[in-house]
């Protein structure tokens, strides 16, 4: 809730979950305020084989969040987006 993003100063990190996976996936993440002029700076890529374990986030020099320079004022809200890479 709340309470939890103010207590953590709006940081914070991403975990992503795949319970459907065979095979390792390549992925960015970012985070955004939902405008097409947000200038997104999607971090990764990381490499995982989600059937050996079903949550992967990003290596520990990238994975900490400031969600605040993210935040839509307008909605109080933050975007977070996920790109897939194609497969060698």
């Known amino acids: ?14 975990q ?11 992925f960015l993440i970012g985070i955004s305020d939902g405008t097409p002029d947000f200038n997104l700076k999607p971090r990764g ?6 059937s050996s374990h079903s949550t ?9 969040w400031d969600f605040n320079k993210a935040v839509n004022q307008a909605t109080q809200t933050f975007c977070v987006c996920l790109d897939i890479l194609k497969s060698a």
């Open 1 to 14: 809730g709340s309470a939890s993003f103010k207590k953590s100063n709006g940081t914070g990190t991403i």
């Open 16 to 26: 992503l979950k795949c319970e459907a996976a065979s095979g390792a996936v390549s």
């Open 45 to 50: 890529p990381v490499t995982h084989n989600f």
């Open 56 to 64: 992967c986030g990003l290596p520990k020099d990238q994975e900490i």
